[in-house]
Protein backbone atom coordinates (compact mmCIF):
# COMPACT_ATOMS: atom_id res chain seq x y z
CA UNK A 1 0.00 0.00 0.00
CA UNK A 2 1.34 3.33 -1.27
CA UNK A 3 1.71 6.55 1.18
CA UNK A 4 -1.10 8.07 -0.23
CA UNK A 5 -3.31 5.15 1.47
CA UNK A 6 -1.51 5.31 4.62
CA UNK A 7 -4.55 6.18 7.71
CA UNK A 8 -3.66 8.80 9.05
CA UNK A 9 -5.29 9.14 12.61
CA UNK A 10 -5.17 12.31 15.05
CA UNK A 11 -3.19 10.64 17.69
CA UNK A 12 -0.01 12.50 19.57
CA UNK A 13 3.22 11.10 19.52
CA UNK A 14 4.09 12.58 23.05
CA UNK A 15 0.90 12.16 24.50
CA UNK A 16 2.15 11.24 27.85
CA UNK A 17 4.17 14.01 27.95
CA UNK A 18 1.10 16.40 27.45
CA UNK A 19 -1.18 14.89 29.57
CA UNK A 20 1.78 15.22 32.15
CA UNK A 21 2.13 19.14 31.06
CA UNK A 22 -1.64 19.68 31.48
CA UNK A 23 -2.02 18.12 34.46
CA UNK A 24 0.83 20.63 35.63
CA UNK A 25 -0.86 23.58 34.74
CA UNK A 26 -4.02 22.56 36.00
CA UNK A 27 -2.54 21.58 39.46
CA UNK A 28 -0.76 25.22 39.31
CA UNK A 29 -3.93 27.00 38.63
CA UNK A 30 -5.46 25.20 41.36
CA UNK A 31 -2.52 25.73 44.20
CA UNK A 32 -1.84 29.74 43.28
CA UNK A 33 -6.07 30.51 42.73
CA UNK A 34 -6.00 32.14 46.12
CA UNK A 35 -2.99 34.31 45.36
CA UNK A 36 -3.67 35.82 42.14
CA UNK A 37 -6.32 39.09 41.66
CA UNK A 38 -10.06 37.51 41.67
CA UNK A 39 -10.90 38.81 37.92
CA UNK A 40 -8.00 39.50 36.03
CA UNK A 41 -6.38 43.26 35.39
CA UNK A 42 -5.61 42.24 32.20
CA UNK A 43 -7.39 44.50 29.67
CA UNK A 44 -10.60 43.13 26.93
CA UNK A 45 -8.31 44.73 24.27
CA UNK A 46 -5.22 43.01 25.47
CA UNK A 47 -7.18 39.56 25.96
CA UNK A 48 -8.28 39.90 22.52
CA UNK A 49 -5.20 40.75 20.58
CA UNK A 50 -3.58 37.46 22.17
CA UNK A 51 -6.51 35.39 21.44
CA UNK A 52 -7.50 36.41 18.34
CA UNK A 53 -6.52 34.56 14.73
CA UNK A 54 -7.18 33.31 11.58
CA UNK A 55 -8.11 29.76 11.90
CA UNK A 56 -4.70 27.47 11.75
CA UNK A 57 -4.93 25.21 8.28
CA UNK A 58 -1.61 23.25 8.89
CA UNK A 59 -1.09 21.87 12.35
CA UNK A 60 1.31 23.41 15.44
CA UNK A 61 2.80 20.87 18.28
CA UNK A 62 1.02 20.77 21.52
CA UNK A 63 3.50 22.51 23.57
CA UNK A 64 3.47 25.36 21.66
CA UNK A 65 -0.09 25.83 21.51
CA UNK A 66 0.25 25.02 25.21
CA UNK A 67 2.41 27.62 25.69
CA UNK A 68 -0.32 30.23 24.20
CA UNK A 69 -2.70 28.54 26.51
CA UNK A 70 -0.30 29.63 29.58
CA UNK A 71 0.75 32.77 28.59
CA UNK A 72 -2.62 34.63 26.97
CA UNK A 73 -5.70 32.22 28.31
CA UNK A 74 -4.32 30.76 31.98
CA UNK A 75 -4.10 34.80 33.07
CA UNK A 76 -7.17 36.04 31.90
CA UNK A 77 -9.32 33.65 33.86
CA UNK A 78 -11.74 34.57 36.71
CA UNK A 79 -10.71 32.72 39.56
CA UNK A 80 -13.47 31.36 40.20
CA UNK A 81 -12.60 29.09 43.05
CA UNK A 82 -10.66 32.22 45.12
CA UNK A 83 -12.26 32.64 48.23
CA UNK A 84 -13.16 35.71 48.13
CA UNK A 85 -15.28 35.01 44.91
CA UNK A 86 -18.50 35.59 46.21
CA UNK A 87 -20.42 36.65 42.86
CA UNK A 88 -23.53 34.68 41.21
CA UNK A 89 -24.24 31.15 42.96
CA UNK A 90 -21.08 30.03 41.35
CA UNK A 91 -19.01 27.60 43.53
CA UNK A 92 -15.20 26.86 44.20
CA UNK A 93 -14.93 23.45 42.03
CA UNK A 94 -13.48 20.70 45.09
CA UNK A 95 -10.02 19.79 43.36
CA UNK A 96 -11.76 15.91 43.52
CA UNK A 97 -14.17 17.37 41.48
CA UNK A 98 -12.28 18.42 39.01
CA UNK A 99 -10.19 15.12 38.81
CA UNK A 100 -13.34 13.36 38.28
CA UNK A 101 -14.37 15.49 35.40
CA UNK A 102 -10.63 14.82 33.97
CA UNK A 103 -11.46 11.35 34.01
CA UNK A 104 -14.99 11.85 32.46
CA UNK A 105 -13.57 13.78 29.91
CA UNK A 106 -11.10 11.06 29.29
CA UNK A 107 -12.86 8.28 28.97
CA UNK A 108 -15.30 10.07 26.65
CA UNK A 109 -18.23 8.24 27.45
CA UNK A 110 -21.63 8.39 25.49
CA UNK A 111 -24.43 6.97 28.46
CA UNK A 112 -27.31 7.56 25.57
CA UNK A 113 -27.89 3.97 25.49
CA UNK A 114 -26.32 1.65 27.78
CA UNK A 115 -24.02 0.07 25.54
CA UNK A 116 -22.74 3.62 25.09
CA UNK A 117 -21.41 3.27 28.36
CA UNK A 118 -22.51 1.15 31.00
CA UNK A 119 -20.49 2.41 33.63
CA UNK A 120 -21.04 5.93 33.20
CA UNK A 121 -24.76 4.55 32.57
CA UNK A 122 -25.35 2.96 36.27
CA UNK A 123 -22.81 5.48 37.81
CA UNK A 124 -25.62 7.83 36.66
CA UNK A 125 -28.21 5.73 38.48
CA UNK A 126 -26.23 5.67 41.53
CA UNK A 127 -25.37 9.38 41.72
CA UNK A 128 -29.29 9.80 41.12
CA UNK A 129 -29.76 7.23 43.96
CA UNK A 130 -28.02 9.17 46.52
CA UNK A 131 -29.74 12.34 45.60
CA UNK A 132 -33.72 11.07 45.37
CA UNK A 133 -32.67 9.43 48.92
CA UNK A 134 -31.39 13.42 50.04
CA UNK A 135 -34.97 14.85 49.07
CA UNK A 136 -36.77 11.93 50.47
CA UNK A 137 -38.05 10.46 47.46
CA UNK A 138 -39.59 6.82 46.95
CA UNK A 139 -39.02 3.98 45.54
CA UNK A 140 -40.92 5.33 42.34
CA UNK A 141 -38.43 8.50 41.72
CA UNK A 142 -37.09 9.12 37.93
CA UNK A 143 -34.04 11.85 37.47
CA UNK A 144 -31.38 13.10 35.23
CA UNK A 145 -28.19 14.66 35.34
CA UNK A 146 -28.36 18.02 33.27
CA UNK A 147 -26.08 20.84 32.62
CA UNK A 148 -27.38 22.78 35.04
CA UNK A 149 -30.45 25.24 36.92
CA UNK A 150 -31.51 26.65 33.67
CA UNK A 151 -32.27 23.22 32.06
CA UNK A 152 -33.13 20.97 35.23
CA UNK A 153 -36.02 24.10 35.41
CA UNK A 154 -36.85 23.14 31.94
CA UNK A 155 -36.80 19.36 32.69
CA UNK A 156 -39.14 20.22 35.33
CA UNK A 157 -41.67 22.40 33.87
CA UNK A 158 -41.91 20.15 30.69
CA UNK A 159 -42.25 16.75 32.41
CA UNK A 160 -45.48 18.85 34.82
CA UNK A 161 -46.44 19.97 30.85
CA UNK A 162 -47.22 16.29 29.40
CA UNK A 163 -48.45 15.11 32.02
CA UNK A 164 -50.92 17.90 32.21
CA UNK A 165 -51.77 18.24 28.49
CA UNK A 166 -50.24 14.70 27.04
CA UNK A 167 -52.01 15.80 23.90
CA UNK A 168 -49.66 18.69 23.83
CA UNK A 169 -46.63 16.71 22.60
CA UNK A 170 -48.58 15.81 19.00
CA UNK A 171 -51.01 18.38 18.22
CA UNK A 172 -49.06 21.22 19.62
CA UNK A 173 -49.78 24.05 21.96
CA UNK A 174 -52.82 24.96 19.46
CA UNK A 175 -54.64 22.13 20.50
CA UNK A 176 -55.12 23.57 23.82
CA UNK A 177 -58.76 26.04 24.04
CA UNK A 178 -57.32 27.66 26.95
CA UNK A 179 -53.74 29.04 27.43
CA UNK A 180 -51.98 27.27 30.10
CA UNK A 181 -50.23 29.28 33.17
CA UNK A 182 -47.24 29.28 35.47
CA UNK A 183 -46.91 30.39 39.23
CA UNK A 184 -43.60 31.79 40.80
CA UNK A 185 -42.70 34.11 43.19
CA UNK A 186 -41.64 37.68 42.17
CA UNK A 187 -38.40 36.64 42.48
CA UNK A 188 -38.62 33.58 40.52
CA UNK A 189 -35.46 32.92 38.45
CA UNK A 190 -35.33 34.04 34.61
CA UNK A 191 -34.94 30.13 33.87
CA UNK A 192 -38.76 29.88 34.60
CA UNK A 193 -39.27 32.32 32.11
CA UNK A 194 -37.18 31.06 29.73
CA UNK A 195 -38.89 27.65 29.99
CA UNK A 196 -42.30 29.25 29.37
CA UNK A 197 -40.87 30.75 26.47
CA UNK A 198 -39.53 27.38 24.83
CA UNK A 199 -42.26 25.02 26.13
CA UNK A 200 -44.74 27.62 24.39
CA UNK A 201 -46.59 28.63 27.05
CA UNK A 202 -44.97 32.63 26.72
CA UNK A 203 -43.68 35.03 29.53
CA UNK A 204 -46.67 36.42 29.74
CA UNK A 205 -48.48 33.57 31.11
CA UNK A 206 -45.87 33.54 34.01
CA UNK A 207 -47.74 35.08 36.60
CA UNK A 208 -45.31 36.82 39.35
CA UNK A 209 -46.52 36.28 42.59
CA UNK A 210 -46.06 38.88 44.98
CA UNK A 211 -43.68 37.91 47.92
CA UNK A 212 -43.73 38.44 51.86
CA UNK A 213 -41.23 40.76 53.61
CA UNK A 214 -38.76 38.23 53.45
CA UNK A 215 -38.98 37.13 49.92
CA UNK A 216 -41.15 34.45 49.89
CA UNK A 217 -44.27 33.86 47.63
CA UNK A 218 -47.33 34.64 49.43
CA UNK A 219 -49.61 31.38 49.30
CA UNK A 220 -53.27 33.46 49.42
CA UNK A 221 -52.07 35.34 46.66
CA UNK A 222 -51.01 32.30 44.57
CA UNK A 223 -54.49 30.80 45.55
CA UNK A 224 -56.10 34.30 44.61
CA UNK A 225 -54.32 34.54 41.13
CA UNK A 226 -55.00 31.05 40.21
CA UNK A 227 -58.61 31.50 40.92
CA UNK A 228 -59.07 34.46 38.67
CA UNK A 229 -57.11 33.08 36.31
CA UNK A 230 -59.40 29.89 36.06
CA UNK A 231 -62.50 32.92 35.96
CA UNK A 232 -60.60 34.05 32.87
CA UNK A 233 -60.67 30.99 30.77
CA UNK A 234 -57.05 30.48 31.63
CA UNK A 235 -55.63 27.00 32.46
CA UNK A 236 -53.28 27.28 35.61
CA UNK A 237 -50.95 23.89 35.27
CA UNK A 238 -47.40 24.57 37.86
CA UNK A 239 -46.18 26.52 40.33
CA UNK A 240 -42.36 26.82 40.58
CA UNK A 241 -41.38 27.31 44.21
CA UNK A 242 -37.86 28.78 45.07
CA UNK A 243 -35.75 26.80 47.69
CA UNK A 244 -33.03 29.19 47.49
CA UNK A 245 -34.31 32.49 45.37
CA UNK A 246 -31.44 33.86 43.36
CA UNK A 247 -31.40 36.84 44.71
CA UNK A 248 -31.92 36.54 48.49
CA UNK A 249 -31.84 32.45 49.03
CA UNK A 250 -35.03 33.09 49.99
CA UNK A 251 -37.73 29.94 50.57
CA UNK A 252 -41.34 29.90 49.77
CA UNK A 253 -43.25 28.20 52.21
CA UNK A 254 -43.14 24.50 50.20
CA UNK A 255 -45.96 22.93 52.30
CA UNK A 256 -48.39 25.33 52.03
CA UNK A 257 -47.76 25.58 48.39
CA UNK A 258 -47.90 21.56 48.13
CA UNK A 259 -51.44 21.66 49.61
CA UNK A 260 -52.57 24.48 47.15
CA UNK A 261 -51.32 22.09 44.18
CA UNK A 262 -52.40 19.45 45.82
CA UNK A 263 -56.31 20.48 46.07
CA UNK A 264 -56.09 22.35 42.48
CA UNK A 265 -54.50 19.99 40.24
CA UNK A 266 -51.30 21.97 39.66
CA UNK A 267 -47.64 20.60 39.32
CA UNK A 268 -45.50 21.29 42.11
CA UNK A 269 -42.03 22.44 40.54
CA UNK A 270 -39.56 23.30 43.30
CA UNK A 271 -36.57 24.88 41.74
CA UNK A 272 -33.83 24.19 44.86
CA UNK A 273 -30.76 24.36 42.44
CA UNK A 274 -29.12 26.63 44.53
CA UNK A 275 -30.91 25.77 48.18
CA UNK A 276 -31.06 21.92 47.69
CA UNK A 277 -27.63 21.60 49.10
CA UNK A 278 -29.71 23.00 52.60
CA UNK A 279 -30.60 19.04 52.56
CA UNK A 280 -27.20 17.60 53.70
CA UNK A 281 -26.85 19.31 56.64
CA UNK A 282 -29.06 18.28 59.81
CA UNK A 283 -29.24 22.09 61.30
CA UNK A 284 -30.44 23.68 57.46
CA UNK A 285 -32.25 20.53 56.09
CA UNK A 286 -35.87 21.69 58.44
CA UNK A 287 -35.63 24.93 56.32
CA UNK A 288 -36.91 23.14 53.09
CA UNK A 289 -39.16 20.65 54.96
CA UNK A 290 -42.21 19.65 52.23
CA UNK A 291 -39.91 19.14 49.41
CA UNK A 292 -40.46 16.01 49.19
CA UNK A 293 -44.50 16.51 47.97
CA UNK A 294 -42.95 18.53 45.00
CA UNK A 295 -43.93 16.45 41.45
CA UNK A 296 -40.13 17.45 40.50
CA UNK A 297 -36.84 19.31 41.67
CA UNK A 298 -34.58 21.23 40.19
CA UNK A 299 -30.59 20.68 42.19
CA UNK A 300 -26.98 21.94 41.03
CA UNK A 301 -24.61 19.75 42.02
CA UNK A 302 -22.36 23.03 40.20
CA UNK A 303 -23.79 25.54 43.13
CA UNK A 304 -23.63 24.40 46.75
CA UNK A 305 -22.14 20.60 45.91
CA UNK A 306 -19.02 21.68 45.10
CA UNK A 307 -18.78 20.22 41.62
CA UNK A 308 -17.01 21.88 38.87
CA UNK A 309 -19.47 23.08 36.40
CA UNK A 310 -21.41 21.50 34.38
CA UNK A 311 -23.65 19.84 36.78
CA UNK A 312 -27.74 19.63 37.43
CA UNK A 313 -29.77 17.18 38.30
CA UNK A 314 -33.98 17.32 37.81
CA UNK A 315 -35.36 14.60 40.13
CA UNK A 316 -38.89 13.25 39.42
CA UNK A 317 -41.44 12.02 41.99
CA UNK A 318 -42.95 9.35 39.14
CA UNK A 319 -40.22 8.15 36.79
CA UNK A 320 -43.17 6.98 34.69
CA UNK A 321 -44.45 10.90 33.81
CA UNK A 322 -40.47 11.25 33.14
CA UNK A 323 -40.21 8.39 30.85
CA UNK A 324 -43.63 9.27 29.34
CA UNK A 325 -42.65 12.50 28.64
CA UNK A 326 -39.00 11.98 26.71
CA UNK A 327 -39.54 7.90 25.38
CA UNK A 328 -38.49 8.02 21.81
CA UNK A 329 -37.69 5.19 19.45
CA UNK A 330 -34.86 5.83 16.78
CA UNK A 331 -33.76 2.16 14.70
CA UNK A 332 -30.88 3.55 13.57
CA UNK A 333 -29.48 3.32 17.74
CA UNK A 334 -29.76 -0.91 17.54
CA UNK A 335 -31.53 -2.86 20.32
CA UNK A 336 -32.74 -0.81 23.37
CA UNK A 337 -33.31 -1.58 26.84
CA UNK A 338 -34.91 -0.38 30.01
CA UNK A 339 -31.47 1.42 31.36
CA UNK A 340 -31.24 3.33 28.06
CA UNK A 341 -30.47 6.99 29.24
CA UNK A 342 -31.99 8.29 26.06
CA UNK A 343 -35.37 8.27 27.08
CA UNK A 344 -35.04 10.20 30.34
CA UNK A 345 -33.43 13.31 28.87
CA UNK A 346 -34.75 15.37 25.39
CA UNK A 347 -30.92 15.20 24.47
CA UNK A 348 -29.53 12.17 22.89
CA UNK A 349 -25.49 12.18 22.82
CA UNK A 350 -24.18 13.53 26.18
CA UNK A 351 -21.45 13.89 28.78
CA UNK A 352 -21.47 11.15 31.09
CA UNK A 353 -21.68 13.99 34.35
CA UNK A 354 -21.99 11.57 36.86
CA UNK A 355 -18.04 10.38 37.65
CA UNK A 356 -17.20 13.82 38.76
CA UNK A 357 -20.05 13.83 41.47
CA UNK A 358 -19.37 10.30 42.65
CA UNK A 359 -15.46 10.85 42.61
CA UNK A 360 -16.27 13.84 44.57
CA UNK A 361 -18.83 12.53 47.16
CA UNK A 362 -16.36 9.73 47.60
CA UNK A 363 -13.43 11.51 48.43
CA UNK A 364 -14.79 14.19 50.74
CA UNK A 365 -17.49 12.59 52.26
CA UNK A 366 -20.80 13.92 52.43
CA UNK A 367 -20.65 15.17 56.21
CA UNK A 368 -17.22 17.28 55.40
CA UNK A 369 -19.86 18.66 52.35
CA UNK A 370 -22.14 19.60 55.42
CA UNK A 371 -19.75 21.13 57.35
CA UNK A 372 -18.76 23.52 54.56
CA UNK A 373 -22.13 24.36 53.77
CA UNK A 374 -22.90 25.39 57.64
CA UNK A 375 -20.21 27.25 57.58
CA UNK A 376 -20.60 29.19 54.87
CA UNK A 377 -24.34 29.60 55.75
CA UNK A 378 -22.83 31.04 59.12
CA UNK A 379 -20.18 33.26 57.19
CA UNK A 380 -23.42 34.62 55.42
CA UNK A 381 -24.66 35.37 59.03
CA UNK A 382 -21.24 36.93 59.77
CA UNK A 383 -21.63 39.17 56.92
CA UNK A 384 -25.24 40.47 58.08
CA UNK A 385 -24.37 40.77 61.59
CA UNK A 386 -21.52 42.90 60.30
CA UNK A 387 -23.92 45.30 58.36
CA UNK A 388 -26.51 45.46 61.10
CA UNK A 389 -24.04 46.45 63.72
CA UNK A 390 -22.84 49.16 61.71
CA UNK A 391 -24.62 52.57 60.95
CA UNK A 392 -23.58 52.59 57.27
CA UNK A 393 -25.35 49.75 56.08
CA UNK A 394 -28.73 48.77 55.49
CA UNK A 395 -29.56 45.04 55.32
CA UNK A 396 -32.47 43.56 53.23
CA UNK A 397 -34.19 40.16 54.02
CA UNK A 398 -33.66 37.83 56.71
CA UNK A 399 -30.35 35.16 55.83
CA UNK A 400 -31.57 31.72 55.23
CA UNK A 401 -29.56 29.86 53.53
CA UNK A 402 -25.41 31.69 52.81
CA UNK A 403 -26.56 34.91 51.17
CA UNK A 404 -26.96 38.25 52.53
CA UNK A 405 -28.04 41.42 50.82
CA UNK A 406 -27.18 45.00 52.16
CA UNK A 407 -26.16 48.15 50.98
CA UNK A 408 -24.57 51.02 51.95
CA UNK A 409 -26.02 53.88 53.27
CA UNK A 410 -23.07 57.30 53.44
CA UNK A 411 -23.42 59.19 56.74
CA UNK A 412 -25.31 62.19 55.36
CA UNK A 413 -27.94 60.11 53.13
CA UNK A 414 -30.62 62.40 53.49
CA UNK A 415 -29.06 64.33 50.61
CA UNK A 416 -28.91 61.42 48.39
CA UNK A 417 -31.24 59.98 46.30
CA UNK A 418 -32.52 56.40 45.13
CA UNK A 419 -30.66 56.69 42.31
CA UNK A 420 -27.78 57.48 43.52
CA UNK A 421 -27.33 55.11 46.69
CA UNK A 422 -28.17 52.32 44.18
CA UNK A 423 -25.60 54.17 41.61
CA UNK A 424 -23.47 54.23 44.80
CA UNK A 425 -23.62 50.27 45.52
CA UNK A 426 -22.12 49.83 42.02
CA UNK A 427 -19.36 51.91 42.55
CA UNK A 428 -18.31 50.12 45.28
CA UNK A 429 -18.56 46.62 43.61
CA UNK A 430 -16.87 48.29 41.03
CA UNK A 431 -13.74 49.54 43.08
CA UNK A 432 -13.73 46.06 44.91
CA UNK A 433 -13.68 43.89 41.36
CA UNK A 434 -10.44 46.37 40.11
CA UNK A 435 -9.00 45.64 43.52
CA UNK A 436 -8.79 42.14 42.88
CA UNK A 437 -9.63 41.53 46.45
CA UNK A 438 -12.54 40.07 45.76
CA UNK A 439 -15.54 39.89 43.38
CA UNK A 440 -19.49 40.19 44.37
CA UNK A 441 -22.31 41.16 42.44
CA UNK A 442 -25.44 43.76 42.75
CA UNK A 443 -28.86 42.36 43.70
CA UNK A 444 -32.11 44.68 43.36
CA UNK A 445 -34.73 43.61 46.54
CA UNK A 446 -37.94 45.72 46.85
CA UNK A 447 -36.62 48.45 44.68
CA UNK A 448 -33.37 49.21 46.22
CA UNK A 449 -29.98 48.35 44.64
CA UNK A 450 -28.07 46.34 47.08
CA UNK A 451 -24.75 44.41 47.44
CA UNK A 452 -24.96 40.91 47.13
CA UNK A 453 -23.09 37.99 49.06
CA UNK A 454 -23.44 34.39 48.11
CA UNK A 455 -20.98 32.18 49.77
CA UNK A 456 -20.98 28.93 47.91
CA UNK A 457 -16.63 28.74 48.41
CA UNK A 458 -14.98 25.99 50.45
CA UNK A 459 -12.12 27.82 51.11
CA UNK A 460 -13.86 31.43 52.25
CA UNK A 461 -12.81 32.15 55.98
CA UNK A 462 -14.43 34.44 58.76
CA UNK A 463 -11.27 36.38 58.31
CA UNK A 464 -12.54 36.96 53.98
CA UNK A 465 -15.75 38.14 55.48
CA UNK A 466 -14.47 40.35 57.34
CA UNK A 467 -11.43 41.58 54.82
CA UNK A 468 -14.52 42.64 51.94
CA UNK A 469 -16.79 44.12 55.12
CA UNK A 470 -14.52 46.83 55.49
CA UNK A 471 -12.91 47.39 52.30
CA UNK A 472 -16.68 48.04 51.29
CA UNK A 473 -17.12 50.09 53.97
CA UNK A 474 -13.97 52.42 53.51
CA UNK A 475 -14.21 52.49 50.12
CA UNK A 476 -17.81 53.89 50.56
CA UNK A 477 -16.82 56.31 53.15
CA UNK A 478 -14.14 57.52 50.36
CA UNK A 479 -17.05 57.73 47.49
CA UNK A 480 -19.47 59.54 49.29
CA UNK A 481 -16.72 62.14 50.30
CA UNK A 482 -16.21 62.78 47.29
CA UNK A 483 -19.10 63.63 46.09
CA UNK A 484 -19.72 66.09 48.81
C1 LIG B 1 -32.58 29.65 41.84
C2 LIG B 1 -31.87 29.40 40.55
N1 LIG B 1 -32.44 28.65 39.60
C3 LIG B 1 -31.84 28.40 38.43
C4 LIG B 1 -30.61 28.91 38.14
C5 LIG B 1 -29.95 28.62 36.82
O1 LIG B 1 -28.87 27.78 37.01
P1 LIG B 1 -27.75 27.61 35.87
O2 LIG B 1 -26.97 28.88 35.88
O3 LIG B 1 -26.97 26.45 36.36
O4 LIG B 1 -28.42 27.35 34.58
C6 LIG B 1 -29.96 29.71 39.09
C7 LIG B 1 -28.66 30.30 38.81
O5 LIG B 1 -28.11 31.06 39.55
C8 LIG B 1 -30.60 29.95 40.32
O6 LIG B 1 -30.03 30.68 41.27
Redo the contacts with the bound molecule.
Sequence with gaps: MGDSHKHHSLDLEHLDDHLERVTGIIGDYIKSISDEPVVTRIPMEDIKDSLFEEMPMEGSSPDDVLDQVEKSFKPACTRIGHPRFLA???TSPSPAGTIGELLSVGFNQAPLLYKGSPPATILEKVVLSWFAEMFGYSDTWGGTLV???????LMGMTVGRHTHAPEVADKGMQCLDKPLTVYVSDQ?????YRSAMLLGIGHNNVRSVPTDENCRMIPEELRRMVEADKMAGMQPYSVVA?????STGSIDPLNELADICEEMNLWLHV?????GAAMISEKLRPLLEGIDRADSI?V?P??WFFIP??C?ITLFKNKQQQKDTFIAKAVYLGQETDWDLKNTNFQLSRQGRALKLWFAFKTYGVKRLAEIVERNHKQAKLFYKLTTDSPNWETVCDVELSMACARYIPDNCCSWSETELDNLQVAILSKLEKSGLGFMTPARICGKGVIRLCVANHRTTDDDITLLFNFMTETGAKLAAQRS
Design positions: WITSGGTVANGHMSVQAGAVDASYGADHKLEG
